[in-house]
Protein backbone atom coordinates (compact mmCIF):
# COMPACT_ATOMS: atom_id res chain seq x y z
CA UNK A 1 0.00 0.00 0.00
CA UNK A 2 1.06 3.82 -0.42
CA UNK A 3 1.57 6.08 2.50
CA UNK A 4 0.40 9.80 1.94
CA UNK A 5 3.33 12.14 2.13
CA UNK A 6 2.03 13.89 4.85
CA UNK A 7 2.02 10.98 6.68
CA UNK A 8 5.27 10.16 6.35
CA UNK A 9 6.33 13.64 7.20
CA UNK A 10 4.81 12.82 10.68
CA UNK A 11 6.69 9.90 11.21
CA UNK A 12 9.55 12.18 10.80
CA UNK A 13 8.47 14.66 12.92
CA UNK A 14 7.25 12.34 15.82
CA UNK A 15 9.53 9.46 16.24
CA UNK A 16 8.30 6.50 17.31
CA UNK A 17 7.30 6.07 21.31
CA UNK A 18 6.59 10.27 20.66
CA UNK A 19 3.67 12.27 21.57
CA UNK A 20 2.23 15.34 19.50
CA UNK A 21 3.24 18.85 20.70
CA UNK A 22 1.11 19.70 23.17
CA UNK A 23 -1.59 22.57 22.70
CA UNK A 24 -0.15 25.12 23.55
CA UNK A 25 -1.29 27.05 20.26
CA UNK A 26 -2.84 30.97 20.62
CA UNK A 27 -2.77 33.93 18.42
CA UNK A 28 -0.54 37.02 19.15
CA UNK A 29 -2.14 40.76 19.04
CA UNK A 30 1.20 41.76 17.28
CA UNK A 31 0.25 39.60 14.19
CA UNK A 32 -2.20 42.47 12.85
CA UNK A 33 0.58 44.91 13.54
CA UNK A 34 3.07 42.35 11.38
CA UNK A 35 0.61 41.69 8.69
CA UNK A 36 0.13 45.49 8.09
CA UNK A 37 3.64 46.18 7.58
CA UNK A 38 4.69 44.19 5.32
CA UNK A 39 1.74 45.04 3.39
CA UNK A 40 3.12 48.58 3.19
CA UNK A 41 6.86 48.13 2.41
CA UNK A 42 5.05 45.56 -0.37
CA UNK A 43 2.98 48.63 -1.66
CA UNK A 44 5.51 50.83 -1.79
CA UNK A 45 8.20 48.24 -3.84
CA UNK A 46 4.99 47.38 -6.16
CA UNK A 47 4.52 51.05 -6.61
CA UNK A 48 7.85 51.44 -7.80
CA UNK A 49 7.69 48.27 -10.06
CA UNK A 50 4.89 50.27 -12.29
CA UNK A 51 5.67 53.72 -11.68
CA UNK A 52 7.64 54.09 -15.11
CA UNK A 53 5.00 51.77 -17.07
CA UNK A 54 2.35 53.34 -16.39
CA UNK A 55 3.60 56.91 -17.95
CA UNK A 56 5.59 54.25 -20.81
CA UNK A 57 5.39 57.46 -23.67
CA UNK A 58 6.66 60.40 -20.79
CA UNK A 59 9.23 58.44 -19.87
CA UNK A 60 9.88 57.51 -23.69
CA UNK A 61 10.40 60.97 -24.29
CA UNK A 62 12.25 62.39 -21.09
CA UNK A 63 15.00 60.02 -20.99
CA UNK A 64 15.27 59.90 -24.80
CA UNK A 65 15.25 55.93 -25.06
CA UNK A 66 12.62 53.66 -26.38
CA UNK A 67 9.56 52.03 -25.35
CA UNK A 68 11.20 48.91 -24.98
CA UNK A 69 13.25 49.88 -23.03
CA UNK A 70 11.49 51.16 -20.43
CA UNK A 71 9.36 47.88 -20.40
CA UNK A 72 12.77 46.46 -19.27
CA UNK A 73 12.43 48.28 -16.04
CA UNK A 74 9.62 46.79 -15.21
CA UNK A 75 10.82 43.10 -16.56
CA UNK A 76 13.82 43.88 -14.52
CA UNK A 77 12.15 42.72 -11.65
CA UNK A 78 11.17 39.38 -12.90
CA UNK A 79 14.73 39.09 -14.23
CA UNK A 80 16.18 39.54 -10.72
CA UNK A 81 13.74 37.39 -9.19
CA UNK A 82 14.96 34.13 -10.99
CA UNK A 83 18.50 33.52 -10.01
CA UNK A 84 17.87 34.72 -6.80
CA UNK A 85 15.05 32.74 -5.29
CA UNK A 86 16.80 29.85 -4.29
CA UNK A 87 19.49 32.01 -2.27
CA UNK A 88 16.70 33.75 -0.54
CA UNK A 89 14.31 30.97 0.26
CA UNK A 90 17.16 29.13 2.04
CA UNK A 91 17.87 32.43 4.03
CA UNK A 92 14.09 32.81 4.92
CA UNK A 93 14.57 28.96 5.80
CA UNK A 94 17.32 29.48 8.33
CA UNK A 95 17.27 32.56 9.34
CA UNK A 96 13.59 33.65 9.91
CA UNK A 97 11.19 36.39 8.83
CA UNK A 98 12.63 39.18 10.07
CA UNK A 99 16.16 39.23 8.65
CA UNK A 100 14.15 38.95 5.27
CA UNK A 101 11.85 42.00 6.23
CA UNK A 102 15.03 43.77 7.27
CA UNK A 103 16.55 43.16 3.94
CA UNK A 104 13.58 44.50 2.11
CA UNK A 105 13.26 47.19 3.82
CA UNK A 106 16.41 48.20 3.26
CA UNK A 107 16.69 47.44 -0.45
CA UNK A 108 13.45 49.14 -0.99
CA UNK A 109 14.78 52.36 0.34
CA UNK A 110 17.70 52.12 -1.44
CA UNK A 111 16.69 52.22 -4.43
CA UNK A 112 14.71 54.74 -4.07
CA UNK A 113 16.97 56.99 -3.18
CA UNK A 114 19.34 55.78 -5.74
CA UNK A 115 17.05 57.41 -8.33
CA UNK A 116 16.66 60.97 -7.09
CA UNK A 117 20.49 60.99 -8.46
CA UNK A 118 18.65 60.14 -12.55
CA UNK A 119 17.08 63.75 -12.48
CA UNK A 120 18.68 64.51 -16.22
CA UNK A 121 17.29 63.12 -19.80
CA UNK A 122 21.08 61.55 -19.53
CA UNK A 123 21.01 59.66 -16.57
CA UNK A 124 18.98 56.91 -17.26
CA UNK A 125 21.87 54.26 -16.49
CA UNK A 126 21.29 55.64 -12.55
CA UNK A 127 17.50 55.12 -12.57
CA UNK A 128 18.28 51.53 -14.15
CA UNK A 129 20.55 51.23 -10.88
CA UNK A 130 18.01 52.30 -8.56
CA UNK A 131 15.12 49.76 -10.18
CA UNK A 132 17.99 46.79 -10.34
CA UNK A 133 18.33 47.96 -6.95
CA UNK A 134 14.40 47.72 -6.10
CA UNK A 135 14.19 44.58 -8.18
CA UNK A 136 16.72 42.88 -5.71
CA UNK A 137 14.23 44.13 -2.71
CA UNK A 138 10.98 42.64 -4.76
CA UNK A 139 13.25 39.15 -3.98
CA UNK A 140 13.01 39.43 -0.35
CA UNK A 141 9.11 40.43 -0.62
CA UNK A 142 7.15 38.33 -3.11
CA UNK A 143 7.54 34.87 -1.00
CA UNK A 144 6.56 35.80 1.83
CA UNK A 145 2.87 36.72 2.09
CA UNK A 146 2.08 32.42 2.65
CA UNK A 147 4.80 32.05 5.13
CA UNK A 148 3.71 34.99 7.47
CA UNK A 149 0.12 34.00 7.70
CA UNK A 150 1.22 30.50 8.76
CA UNK A 151 3.59 31.11 11.05
CA UNK A 152 1.65 34.38 13.25
CA UNK A 153 -2.21 33.53 12.17
CA UNK A 154 -4.32 30.70 12.85
CA UNK A 155 -5.78 27.88 10.52
CA UNK A 156 -9.08 29.49 10.91
CA UNK A 157 -7.80 32.95 9.58
CA UNK A 158 -4.44 31.81 7.46
CA UNK A 159 -6.36 32.27 3.78
CA UNK A 160 -7.88 35.96 4.73
CA UNK A 161 -4.32 36.87 6.14
CA UNK A 162 -2.55 35.90 3.37
CA UNK A 163 -4.54 37.70 0.77
CA UNK A 164 -4.41 41.02 2.97
CA UNK A 165 -0.50 39.91 2.49
CA UNK A 166 -1.11 40.13 -1.24
CA UNK A 167 -3.21 43.01 -1.10
CA UNK A 168 -0.01 45.63 -0.24
CA UNK A 169 1.74 44.83 -3.27
CA UNK A 170 -1.57 44.60 -5.27
CA UNK A 171 -2.17 48.11 -4.14
CA UNK A 172 1.03 49.54 -4.52
CA UNK A 173 0.62 48.68 -8.32
CA UNK A 174 -2.73 50.43 -8.09
CA UNK A 175 -1.52 53.01 -6.51
CA UNK A 176 1.04 53.14 -9.09
CA UNK A 177 -1.26 53.27 -11.95
CA UNK A 178 -3.10 56.15 -10.33
CA UNK A 179 -0.55 58.74 -8.68
CA UNK A 180 2.57 58.67 -11.93
CA UNK A 181 0.19 60.35 -13.99
CA UNK A 182 -1.35 62.75 -12.00
CA UNK A 183 2.30 63.95 -10.26
CA UNK A 184 4.02 63.94 -14.05
CA UNK A 185 1.81 65.56 -16.61
CA UNK A 186 2.96 65.06 -20.09
CA UNK A 187 4.54 68.41 -20.65
CA UNK A 188 7.18 69.50 -23.46
CA UNK A 189 9.61 71.93 -20.57
CA UNK A 190 11.80 68.74 -19.95
CA UNK A 191 13.21 70.79 -16.92
CA UNK A 192 9.60 71.27 -15.30
CA UNK A 193 9.08 67.63 -16.27
CA UNK A 194 12.25 66.82 -14.36
CA UNK A 195 10.51 68.64 -11.42
CA UNK A 196 7.51 66.70 -11.65
CA UNK A 197 10.10 63.43 -11.87
CA UNK A 198 11.94 64.82 -8.61
CA UNK A 199 8.33 65.14 -6.41
CA UNK A 200 7.51 61.09 -7.01
CA UNK A 201 11.24 59.93 -6.40
CA UNK A 202 11.44 62.82 -3.20
CA UNK A 203 7.87 61.04 -1.85
CA UNK A 204 8.32 57.38 -2.70
CA UNK A 205 12.04 57.71 -1.17
CA UNK A 206 10.64 59.13 2.01
CA UNK A 207 8.22 56.59 2.75
CA UNK A 208 10.09 53.62 2.08
CA UNK A 209 12.77 54.98 4.55
CA UNK A 210 10.30 55.64 7.12
CA UNK A 211 8.54 52.09 6.50
CA UNK A 212 12.45 50.66 6.96
CA UNK A 213 12.48 52.28 10.76
CA UNK A 214 9.44 50.63 11.69
CA UNK A 215 10.22 47.20 10.15
CA UNK A 216 13.41 47.38 12.86
CA UNK A 217 10.96 48.56 15.58
CA UNK A 218 7.81 46.76 15.11
CA UNK A 219 8.83 43.45 12.94
CA UNK A 220 9.37 40.27 15.27
CA UNK A 221 10.42 36.67 14.23
CA UNK A 222 7.37 34.93 15.35
CA UNK A 223 4.75 34.87 17.87
CA UNK A 224 5.35 33.48 21.54
CA UNK A 225 3.36 30.58 20.50
CA UNK A 226 2.47 28.91 17.93
CA UNK A 227 -0.74 29.69 16.27
CA UNK A 228 -1.93 26.35 15.53
CA UNK A 229 -1.41 22.93 15.63
CA UNK A 230 -0.13 22.77 11.75
CA UNK A 231 2.55 25.53 13.05
CA UNK A 232 3.54 23.61 16.32
CA UNK A 233 4.25 20.19 14.34
CA UNK A 234 6.43 22.18 11.93
CA UNK A 235 8.60 23.94 14.78
CA UNK A 236 8.55 20.81 17.03
CA UNK A 237 10.50 19.17 14.03
CA UNK A 238 14.18 19.05 14.83
CA UNK A 239 16.69 20.72 12.87
CA UNK A 240 18.69 18.46 11.71
CA UNK A 241 15.49 16.67 9.93
CA UNK A 242 15.15 19.63 7.51
CA UNK A 243 17.14 19.59 4.45
CA UNK A 244 16.32 22.67 1.73
CA UNK A 245 17.32 20.56 -1.27
CA UNK A 246 15.45 17.44 -0.24
CA UNK A 247 12.49 20.02 0.31
CA UNK A 248 12.93 21.43 -3.23
CA UNK A 249 13.41 18.04 -4.33
CA UNK A 250 10.08 16.79 -2.44
CA UNK A 251 8.19 19.93 -4.46
CA UNK A 252 9.90 19.23 -7.96
CA UNK A 253 8.52 14.90 -7.68
CA UNK A 254 4.98 16.71 -6.41
CA UNK A 255 2.62 15.93 -9.68
CA UNK A 256 0.10 18.95 -8.26
CA UNK A 257 2.61 21.37 -7.03
CA UNK A 258 4.23 21.28 -10.91
CA UNK A 259 0.64 21.27 -12.42
CA UNK A 260 0.05 24.33 -9.99
CA UNK A 261 3.33 26.41 -10.12
CA UNK A 262 2.59 25.71 -14.44
CA UNK A 263 -0.77 27.30 -13.64
CA UNK A 264 0.10 30.07 -11.55
CA UNK A 265 2.89 31.33 -13.99
CA UNK A 266 0.85 31.29 -16.63
CA UNK A 267 -1.85 33.66 -14.91
CA UNK A 268 0.10 35.73 -12.96
CA UNK A 269 2.51 36.22 -15.81
CA UNK A 270 -0.72 37.26 -17.96
CA UNK A 271 -1.31 39.91 -15.15
CA UNK A 272 2.42 40.91 -15.94
CA UNK A 273 2.17 41.29 -19.17
CA UNK A 274 -1.00 43.48 -19.14
CA UNK A 275 0.09 45.78 -16.75
CA UNK A 276 3.61 46.83 -18.03
CA UNK A 277 1.78 47.03 -21.69
CA UNK A 278 -1.38 48.65 -20.81
CA UNK A 279 -0.34 52.34 -21.20
CA UNK A 280 0.78 51.11 -24.77
CA UNK A 281 -3.04 49.97 -25.77
CA UNK A 282 -5.57 52.56 -23.90
CA UNK A 283 -3.39 55.47 -25.46
CA UNK A 284 -3.01 53.38 -29.24
CA UNK A 285 -6.84 53.31 -29.29
CA UNK A 286 -7.26 56.32 -26.64
CA UNK A 287 -4.93 59.32 -27.36
CA UNK A 288 -3.58 61.45 -25.07
CA UNK A 289 -5.83 59.41 -22.19
CA UNK A 290 -2.68 58.70 -20.10
CA UNK A 291 -4.69 59.72 -16.90
CA UNK A 292 -7.67 57.40 -17.97
CA UNK A 293 -5.00 54.51 -19.20
CA UNK A 294 -3.65 54.87 -15.55
CA UNK A 295 -7.56 54.81 -13.77
CA UNK A 296 -8.37 51.83 -15.64
CA UNK A 297 -5.00 50.13 -14.35
CA UNK A 298 -6.34 51.52 -10.35
CA UNK A 299 -9.52 50.01 -11.20
CA UNK A 300 -8.12 46.29 -12.52
CA UNK A 301 -5.85 46.41 -9.38
CA UNK A 302 -8.99 47.67 -6.78
CA UNK A 303 -11.61 45.49 -8.35
CA UNK A 304 -8.26 42.08 -7.84
CA UNK A 305 -7.91 43.15 -4.32
CA UNK A 306 -11.67 43.13 -3.67
CA UNK A 307 -11.64 39.39 -5.20
CA UNK A 308 -8.82 38.59 -3.07
CA UNK A 309 -10.56 39.26 0.15
CA UNK A 310 -13.63 37.44 -1.14
CA UNK A 311 -11.58 34.62 -2.18
CA UNK A 312 -9.92 34.42 1.35
CA UNK A 313 -12.60 34.80 3.29
CA UNK A 314 -14.65 31.72 0.89
CA UNK A 315 -11.76 29.86 1.36
CA UNK A 316 -11.53 30.16 5.48
CA UNK A 317 -14.89 29.08 5.74
CA UNK A 318 -15.52 26.27 2.92
CA UNK A 319 -11.61 25.46 2.39
CA UNK A 320 -12.54 24.42 -1.39
CA UNK A 321 -9.23 25.28 -2.68
CA UNK A 322 -9.34 23.31 -5.99
CA UNK A 323 -12.84 24.13 -7.01
CA UNK A 324 -12.44 28.10 -6.12
CA UNK A 325 -9.06 28.13 -8.16
CA UNK A 326 -10.55 26.48 -11.03
CA UNK A 327 -13.44 28.77 -11.20
CA UNK A 328 -11.67 31.91 -10.76
CA UNK A 329 -9.50 30.81 -13.51
CA UNK A 330 -12.33 30.41 -15.73
CA UNK A 331 -13.77 33.86 -14.84
CA UNK A 332 -10.11 35.42 -15.69
CA UNK A 333 -10.26 34.18 -19.10
CA UNK A 334 -13.59 35.35 -19.75
CA UNK A 335 -12.86 38.56 -17.97
CA UNK A 336 -9.64 38.47 -20.76
CA UNK A 337 -12.03 37.54 -23.78
CA UNK A 338 -14.33 40.20 -23.02
CA UNK A 339 -11.86 43.27 -22.57
CA UNK A 340 -9.86 41.85 -25.63
CA UNK A 341 -12.82 42.61 -27.94
CA UNK A 342 -14.39 45.80 -25.70
CA UNK A 343 -10.75 47.79 -26.03
CA UNK A 344 -11.40 49.26 -29.64
CA UNK A 345 -15.08 50.25 -29.05
CA UNK A 346 -14.29 53.84 -28.65
CA UNK A 347 -16.45 54.00 -25.03
CA UNK A 348 -14.17 54.56 -22.61
CA UNK A 349 -16.52 53.44 -19.66
CA UNK A 350 -16.76 50.30 -21.65
CA UNK A 351 -13.13 49.84 -20.87
CA UNK A 352 -13.41 50.52 -17.44
CA UNK A 353 -16.34 48.09 -16.83
CA UNK A 354 -14.59 45.02 -18.48
CA UNK A 355 -11.12 45.96 -17.10
CA UNK A 356 -12.35 45.54 -13.62
CA UNK A 357 -14.40 42.23 -14.53
CA UNK A 358 -10.74 40.83 -15.70
CA UNK A 359 -8.81 42.57 -12.64
CA UNK A 360 -11.62 41.01 -10.09
CA UNK A 361 -10.62 37.65 -11.01
CA UNK A 362 -7.31 37.50 -12.65
CA UNK A 363 -5.64 39.52 -9.61
CA UNK A 364 -7.58 38.25 -7.40
CA UNK A 365 -6.45 34.71 -8.26
CA UNK A 366 -2.50 35.85 -6.46
CA UNK A 367 -3.23 35.04 -3.23
CA UNK A 368 -5.19 31.52 -4.26
CA UNK A 369 -2.40 30.10 -5.42
CA UNK A 370 0.22 31.08 -2.72
CA UNK A 371 -2.64 29.32 -0.35
CA UNK A 372 -3.50 26.19 -2.37
CA UNK A 373 0.54 25.87 -2.78
CA UNK A 374 0.49 25.73 1.27
CA UNK A 375 -2.36 23.10 1.24
CA UNK A 376 -0.63 20.95 -1.59
CA UNK A 377 2.84 20.90 0.10
CA UNK A 378 2.52 20.93 3.72
CA UNK A 379 4.74 20.71 5.53
CA UNK A 380 7.24 21.87 3.43
CA UNK A 381 8.22 25.55 3.28
CA UNK A 382 5.57 28.02 2.67
CA UNK A 383 8.94 30.43 1.47
CA UNK A 384 9.90 28.14 -0.82
CA UNK A 385 6.66 26.75 -2.76
CA UNK A 386 5.92 30.36 -3.04
CA UNK A 387 8.98 30.94 -4.36
CA UNK A 388 9.13 28.48 -6.88
CA UNK A 389 5.29 30.12 -7.81
CA UNK A 390 6.82 33.77 -7.83
CA UNK A 391 10.05 32.29 -10.40
CA UNK A 392 7.27 30.54 -12.86
CA UNK A 393 5.54 34.10 -12.74
CA UNK A 394 8.65 35.82 -13.73
CA UNK A 395 9.62 33.60 -16.62
CA UNK A 396 6.23 33.35 -18.02
CA UNK A 397 5.80 37.18 -17.34
CA UNK A 398 9.15 38.33 -19.66
CA UNK A 399 8.22 36.07 -22.61
CA UNK A 400 4.50 37.05 -22.43
CA UNK A 401 5.30 40.73 -21.70
CA UNK A 402 8.13 40.49 -24.93
CA UNK A 403 5.68 38.42 -26.93
CA UNK A 404 2.56 40.39 -26.41
CA UNK A 405 4.75 44.04 -27.12
CA UNK A 406 5.98 42.85 -30.11
CA UNK A 407 2.45 41.33 -31.85
CA UNK A 408 1.39 45.04 -30.85
CA UNK A 409 3.94 46.63 -32.90
CA UNK A 410 3.16 44.08 -36.24
CA UNK A 411 -0.34 43.21 -35.74
CA UNK A 412 -2.20 45.29 -33.52
CA UNK A 413 -3.33 45.58 -29.50
CA UNK A 414 -6.41 42.81 -30.16
CA UNK A 415 -3.92 40.53 -31.89
CA UNK A 416 -1.68 40.98 -28.58
CA UNK A 417 -4.34 40.31 -26.19
CA UNK A 418 -5.57 37.09 -27.75
CA UNK A 419 -1.98 35.72 -27.14
CA UNK A 420 -2.91 36.11 -23.73
CA UNK A 421 -6.43 34.88 -23.95
CA UNK A 422 -5.03 31.05 -25.52
CA UNK A 423 -2.73 31.27 -22.64
CA UNK A 424 -5.23 31.32 -20.16
CA UNK A 425 -7.43 28.91 -21.95
CA UNK A 426 -4.24 26.24 -21.62
CA UNK A 427 -4.18 27.46 -17.71
CA UNK A 428 -7.25 26.36 -17.19
CA UNK A 429 -7.51 22.95 -18.87
CA UNK A 430 -3.77 22.03 -16.72
CA UNK A 431 -6.27 23.45 -13.11
CA UNK A 432 -8.97 21.34 -14.10
CA UNK A 433 -6.26 18.16 -13.83
CA UNK A 434 -5.15 19.48 -10.26
CA UNK A 435 -6.15 16.66 -7.65
CA UNK A 436 -7.12 18.52 -3.73
CA UNK A 437 -4.63 17.03 -1.60
CA UNK A 438 -5.21 19.45 1.21
CA UNK A 439 -2.33 17.93 3.53
CA UNK A 440 -2.20 20.77 5.98
CA UNK A 441 -5.85 20.82 6.52
CA UNK A 442 -5.78 16.77 6.87
CA UNK A 443 -2.90 17.77 9.59
CA UNK A 444 -5.01 20.06 11.57
CA UNK A 445 -7.71 17.45 11.68
CA UNK A 446 -5.78 14.56 12.94
CA UNK A 447 -3.92 16.51 15.78
CA UNK A 448 -7.14 18.26 16.62
CA UNK A 449 -8.51 14.52 16.91
CA UNK A 450 -5.02 13.58 18.89
CA UNK A 451 -5.73 16.37 21.13
CA UNK A 452 -9.54 15.74 21.64
CA UNK A 453 -9.08 11.93 22.30
CA UNK A 454 -9.23 11.08 26.28
CA UNK A 455 -6.28 8.78 27.84
CA UNK A 456 -6.72 5.43 27.79
CA UNK A 457 -7.09 4.31 31.67
CA UNK A 458 -6.00 0.55 32.36
CA UNK A 459 -8.19 0.27 35.41
CA UNK A 460 -11.14 1.28 33.58
CA UNK A 461 -10.92 -0.83 30.91
CA UNK A 462 -13.36 -3.67 29.96
CA UNK A 463 -12.47 -7.16 30.51
CA UNK A 464 -12.23 -9.49 27.76
CA UNK A 465 -12.43 -13.38 27.42
CA UNK A 466 -9.91 -15.33 25.45
CA UNK A 467 -11.90 -15.91 22.58
CA UNK A 468 -12.88 -12.14 22.15
CA UNK A 469 -10.86 -9.36 20.16
CA UNK A 470 -10.56 -5.61 21.06
CA UNK A 471 -12.21 -4.17 17.48
CA UNK A 472 -13.02 -0.98 16.50
CA UNK A 473 -16.28 -0.20 14.52
CA UNK A 474 -14.45 1.03 11.42
CA UNK A 475 -12.67 -2.09 11.91
CA UNK A 476 -15.49 -4.09 12.38
CA UNK A 477 -16.64 -2.32 8.69
CA UNK A 478 -13.43 -3.34 7.18
CA UNK A 479 -13.90 -7.12 7.55
CA UNK A 480 -14.68 -9.83 4.74
CA UNK A 481 -14.14 -8.79 0.77
CA UNK A 482 -15.38 -5.24 1.22
CA UNK A 483 -13.88 -3.89 4.05
CA UNK A 484 -9.98 -5.55 2.42
CA UNK A 485 -10.74 -3.76 -0.75
CA UNK A 486 -12.01 0.00 0.87
CA UNK A 487 -8.80 -0.51 3.52
CA UNK A 488 -6.88 -0.80 -0.19
CA UNK A 489 -8.37 1.77 -1.42
CA UNK A 490 -7.85 4.19 1.50
CA UNK A 491 -4.49 3.31 1.29
CA UNK A 492 -3.89 3.90 -2.21
CA UNK A 493 -5.53 7.36 -2.24
Known amino acids: SRTPPWHLWRRRALPTGSQPPPDHSSLSRLRWAVLLLFSSYSLCNAFQWI????INNVFTRFYGVSAFAIDWLSMSYMLIYIPLLFPVAWLLDKRGLRLIALAGSALNAMGAWVKLGSLKPHLFPVTVLGQVICGLAQVFILGMPSRIASVWFGSQEVSTACSIAVFGNQLGIAVGFLVPPVLIPNVE???KLAYHISIMFFMTAGVASALFILVIIVFKEKPPNPPSRAQALIQSRPAAEYSYVQSILRLLRNANFLLLMVTYGLNVGCFYALSTLLNRMVIHHYPGEEVNAGRIGLTIIL???AGALISGIWLDKT??????TLVVYIMSLVGMIVYTFTLSLDHLWVVFVTAGLLGFFMTGYLPLGFEFAAE?????????????LNV?????GIALTISQGQIMDRFGTKAGNLLLCSVLFLGTIMTAFIKADLRRQQANLENEQTVSKPPFNTCCAPAFSSGQHLTSPLSRKRGGFWGSSLLAFSNWM
Open 189 to 191: DVE
Open 319 to 324: KTYKQT
Open 303 to 305: SGM
Open 376 to 388: LTYPESEGTSSGL
Open 51 to 54: QYGS
Open 392 to 396: SAQIF
